[in-house]
């Protein structure tokens, strides 16, 4: 005999979206109402769900070319996730204790559509090996990476400690903000504690505002943005040019707060008909 299910669920949400890397603060767990599990869907008690690097992306709405939605602030997180099947309609091709994985990971309990998940039955000693993320690698090498026959691919952790993605990495250095790599004797790039330091620092301004070119201008002195506390320039010195390229983007979001006030401010009047 099944136990019981529980009236409510816990989920992990998004309080607020990062300008850094997430912290406890920026995460809250919410108690909602137990989901039932409608037509063509399955109610699963989840047992393990992967924390994917990919996540901080996906928080920073940083999702070009990533087939996966951006978090806002009051989402619940997602991820590979593995779990039992605890409720499934009649004629479901699921069944009460099939165990399966998912995408709807960081909650007690999912509900998911039947189509969305894998049953894994005996394929695996134990079915949490199914989280590796190898399969993120193949995904990436076979939607994504322009691979030729021939070539020698190696996929590094440098993205994901960075909280970015090895595609972003590939466009730094194509635009002059990260240097070439060092290469292995088989022409596999290998990345430095200092480089990703720099990738993060990237990152971060372009979160502020700033765009590839505006750092293009001072790729020759992003490194020094990885130090702490950052040096300090004096008049004339290189700090200058950057100092520009700060101000002019300054005085763009002014403008453009300027005309999106003055845009509110004629929608209000239309609203109240005058």
Not at 228 to 241: H, L, S
């Amino acid at each position: 005999m099944s136990a019981a299910l529980p009236r409510t669920t816990r989920e992990v949400r998004l309080a607020a979206t990062p300008e850094g890397l997430p912290t406890e603060e920026h995460l809250v767990v919410a108690e909602t109402p137990l989901p039932e599990a409608g037509p063509g869907q399955v109610l699963i008690r989840n047992r393990y769900f992967l924390v994917f690097p990919g996540l901080r992306t996906l928080m920073g709405g940083e999702v070009d070319g990533v087939p996966l939605p951006p978090l806002r602030g009051g989402d619940t997180l997602f991820g590979p996730a593995v779990g039992d099947v605890v409720a499934a309609p009649a004629g479901s091709a699921l069944r009460t204790g099939d165990v399966v994985a998912h995408m709807r990971g960081w909650r007690e309990y999912a509900r998911v559509r039947a189509t969305e998940c894998t049953p894994l039955e005996d394929l695996w000693p134990d079915p949490v090996a199914c989280l590796a993320q190898g399969a993120a690698a193949y995904g990436a090498l076979t939607r994504l990476a322009d691979v030729r026959g021939g070539e020698v691919v190696f996929v590094t952790g440098a993205a994901a400690a960075a909280g970015t993605t090895a595609r972003a990495l590939r466009f730094y250095e194509q635009r002059g903000l990260l240097p070439p790599p060092v290469r292995t004797t088989s022409g596999q790039r290998t990345y430095t504690p200092g480089d990703v330091a720099r990738v993060r620092a990237i990152r971060d301004l372009l979160a502020l505002g700033l765009t590839v070119e505006d750092l293009r201008g001072r790729a020759d002195r992003l490194h020094l943005l990885t130090e702490y506390p950052p040096p300090r320039c004096g008049p004339g010195e290189p700090g200058d040019a950057a100092s520009e390229v700060i101000s002019r983007r300054l005085a763009a979001l002014d403008a453009e707060i300027s005309r999106l006030t003055r845009l509110r401010e004629s929608l209000a009047r239309r609203a109240a008909g005058d």
